[in-house]
Structures are given as structure tokens and as C-alpha cells.
């Protein structure tokens, strides 16, 4: 890593990273949860370098101007790269690890500018642009038929859970080959002290991200190309925000977050996609200081009783509907110290 002022004004921290990854995996062909039908062994090693740049522009006291060129590395789940093979035959299903997943890499540039008052506040707002290679996004089958449990696995005769002229949803994450990722990003929060009276108290943040991007490289079981898919499990709207207040004794806040519907699971075509829907959480927490020790506190989650849901395909088409409902605690907190 490298730091220099070029300027009073402009200064720069480059470097770069080496990370070596080794994998020694061994995964259980299970059936139905109870019979064992063998082990799979997987070895792997590979070596990312990841460079960056970052310059700082100061211009104003209070203004602060950043870009910034950076490279990462997601790797795949633990579970995900398990050698193993899950039947169950009483849902229909089939569940399979890939150790052949390889990690996402990324390059990233960003653009900030910074714009802090002189009281408690900030007011941030910027660009982004993101190519990952090798994306990984969770594939689902629901027409996997004997014949391809056979060309797939090649079981030993009479082993073969599929009875001809029955499907299983077959399910596995695989790689896909690139995606774009635009964006851009507002944030604001200021603590109200130039208000007069008790609104000097509150506090506001408000923080709102959007996000466009165009996946390349999924293919179906039949290896027909899908076209005009986003980055899986990446929401194109995501909104917080928080009103708090502040005193000796009293502190409160009531947060809201939320996240627009966006495509959680790649079918074989676009009436099996799965979609994560849209969710709006409101949640509550205060405390109060009975003396400089003792604080009685509460908190009050999902007021809005926010399901968790899944459709397929379209809006209209439920997959999975749970309700959680309100969650509150209350207590009191001692410092014994």
C-alpha cells in the first residue's frame, strides 16, 4: 500500500492485494435423508490479485471530492461448493453442490462527492459502475426427468430415484459469465440544531440507492441463452430512513427501510423465475436513563407486519407467503462498572 499527498489539496493511496484460496471439500450423495450412496473429494487452489487507486480532492474545509478504481473477489458459499447430491424423492427434489463454482471478481469505479455542515451533518451523493465475471446466481430446473438424472449422474442400474415420465426440480448455483452494474447513491443526515426549542433534538437520515444491471451468460438446461436478466438477488430500489431524538435521558429513533422486488432464483425459462417481492419494514427503539446506571429500554421490530414473499414469474403468482408478525422487548440495563 501507497500514500502520497500530491497537493495540500489531492492526495493518493494505491496498492494492491494478493489472496490465495486452497479448498479440500468432500460432499455425501444422500437419498431421502437417510441412505448414503457415497462420497464425492474436491481439491482447489488459485491465487487473485487485486489492485486499487483512490484520490482525495479536498477543494473546500468542508467538501470532499473521492474516485476511486478497486478489485475484489466474492467467493461462493461454503455450502454451495460441496460435493453432494440431495434427493428427496417425497418433494419431488433434487439439490446438488458445485465444486467447480468459481469466485466472483470484480472492478469496481466510483465517484463521491462529500459536503459536511459545520453543525452534526452530511450530505453525500454519487455514481458507481461494477463488472463482475463469473457471477453466481442459483439455477432451478422443474423439468429434470430420469433421462437427465442418467446422462448427469450416471447411477448404477435400478439406482436411478426418477420413475420415467415424472420431473424433479433440479437446483444447483453455477457461474454466469458477466454482468454490469450501473448505479448511483444519496445520503443525508443532520442532527436539526439550528431549529429552535425541542426540534433541535431530532435527527434525520435519509439514504436512497439505485441500481441497474444486465447479466450475460445464463443459459438453460436445453442451452438456450436468457436474455434481459438482472444481477440475481440485487434490489434496483433500496430507501432508509431514520427520525431520532436526543436528550440527557431520552433517546428514540424510528427507522424505515425498503427494498423493491427483485429476481432471487433463474428458472429454465421466465414463467420458473423466482422473485423475492418488494418489503417495507418500520421499527421502533427507545430507552430512557432512570439514573447515571440504570436504563429502562425497549424495542418494537416489524410494525408493519411485513410477510416474507415469493412469486414466480409475475407478481400475481404466490410461491411462498410467511407473516412474522410484531416483535417487541423491553428490559432495563445496568452498568455495574
Known amino acids: 500500500r501507497y500514500y502520497q499527498d ?9 496498492g494492491v ?13 444422500v437419498l431421502n435423508e437417510t441412505t448414503l450412496q457415497g462420497t464425492t473429494n474436491l481439491k482447489s487452489s488459485y491465487l487473485n490479485v487485486l489492485p486499487n487507486v483512490n484520490l482525495r480532492y479536498e477543494p473546500k474545509e468542508d467538501l470532499i471530492i473521492r474516485w476511486g478504481f478497486t478489485s475484489g473477489i466474492a467467493r461462493p458459499g461454503y455450502y454451495e461448493l460441496v460435493p453432494y447430491r440431495n434427493v428427496l424423492s417425497s418433494d419431488n427434489e433434487i439439490t446438488v453442490g458445485n465444486p467447480a463454482l468459481k469466485a466472483t471478481q470484480s472492478r469496481n469505479v466510483d465517484f ?12 453525500s451523493g454519487g455514481v458507481f459502475y461494477k463488472k463482475l465475471k463469473n457471477f453466481i446466481y442459483v439455477s432451478v430446473d422443474p423439468t429434470f426427468d430420469s433421462l437427465d438424472y442418467q446422462k448427469q449422474f450416471n447411477p448404477a442400474p ?25 448505479g448511483a447513491e444519496l445520503a443525508f443526515q443532520r442532527q436539526l440544531d439550528f431549529l429552535p426549542g425541542i426540534f433541535k433534538r431530532f435527527g434525520v437520515y435519509v439514504n436512497y440507492t439505485y441500481t441497474f444491471s444486465t447479466a450475460d451468460g445464463i443459459y438453460n438446461a436445453e442451452g438456450v441463452k436468457r436474455e434481459g436478466l438482472s ?38 425459462a421466465e414463467f420458473f423465475d423466482r ?22 429500554f425497549t ?15 409475475v407478481k400475481e403468482r404466490t410461491m411462498q407467503l410467511e407473516y412474522y408478525r410484531i416483535r417487541g422487548v423491553a428490559g432495563l440495563k445496568v452498568d455495574l462498572f
Open 6 to 14: 500530491l497537493s495540500n489539496k489531492v492526495s493518493l493511496i494505491t
Open 17 to 29: 492485494r494478493l489472496e490465495n484460496t486452497q479448498i479440500d471439500y468432500t460432499g455425501n450423495n
Open 112 to 123: 463521491m462527492v462529500e459536503k459536511y455542515f459545520k453543525g452534526v451533518g452530511l450530505l
Open 158 to 182: 435400478g439406482a436411478n430415484p426418477i420413475s420415467s415420465g415424472s420431473n424433479f426440480t433440479y437446483r444447483t448455483s453455477l457461474n454466469g459469465n458477466n454482468v454490469e452494474v450501473y
Open 231 to 268: 444481477l440475481p438477488g440485487t434490489s434496483p430500489h433500496m430507501f432508509n430512513a431514520s427520525l431520532s431524538y436526543e436528550t440527557k435521558k431520552v433517546v428514540a429513533r424510528i427507522s424505515a427501510n425498503y427494498a423493491a422486488s427483485y429476481i432471487d432464483e433463474i428458472g429454465s
Open 275 to 296: 422473485y423475492y417481492d418488494e418489503q417495507f419494514f418500520l421499527d421502533f427503539n427507545a430507552s430512557y436513563a432512570i439514573s447515571p446506571k440504570i436504563r429502562f
Open 299 to 313: 424495542e418494537i421490530n416489524n410494525i408493519t407486519n411485513q410477510p416474507l414473499r415469493y412469486y414466480q414469474g
